[in-house]
């Protein structure tokens, strides 16, 4: 049977201690049995991750038991890494971990292409070294995929990693 190699963004780690935060204010011990439950359902996630349904653009979710929580994930099949994006409730739409890139100034038709080059959260592109390649990465996969979208000038690029 493959094995995952199963990564937290630093996202969504803070999702979870904030989700455990809050039930410690609300119960003593509850935000323990919280953080404790959702990281072991993770943690399993390297067994079969497809076990998970695609909810939306490639994004599976699994949901928290005993919880109203939903861990979202991506799997990387070339290098079988399974990355989990965010842990969300489930009362919430899951597009407020998109508006993060909008909060960056990015547009929002600009957030789908840069998912789909392996940025799927801010703290990946935090990690962009040079500007001007993530600038044509994106200028090429526009021209490729025929998006049509006008694309960003190197400024703008910039501005988003800042």
Known sequence: MKRYIVKI???????IQQITDWYNEAQTKHGKRFQETTIKQIDSMSKDPQIYTIRYKEIRCMLVKKFPYMAHFYI????????????????????????????????AEWVDPLKKLGFTTISKLK???????????????NKKNKLGLQ?????DVKAWLT
């Not at 290098?79 to 100034?105: F, M």
């Open 76 to 107: 990387n099949e070339v290098t079988n890494i399974v990355e989990v994006l965010a842990v969300i409730s489930t009362h919430r739409d899951p597009i407020i971990w998109e508006e993060k890139y909008i909060e960056k100034g990015i547009p």
């Open 151 to 155: 694309n960003p000038s190197q400024d």
């Open 9 to 15: 963004d630093p996202e969504a780690l803070a999702d």
């Open 127 to 141: 990690e962009v070294e040079k500007h001007t390649k993530l600038h044509q990465d994106l200028c090429g996969y």
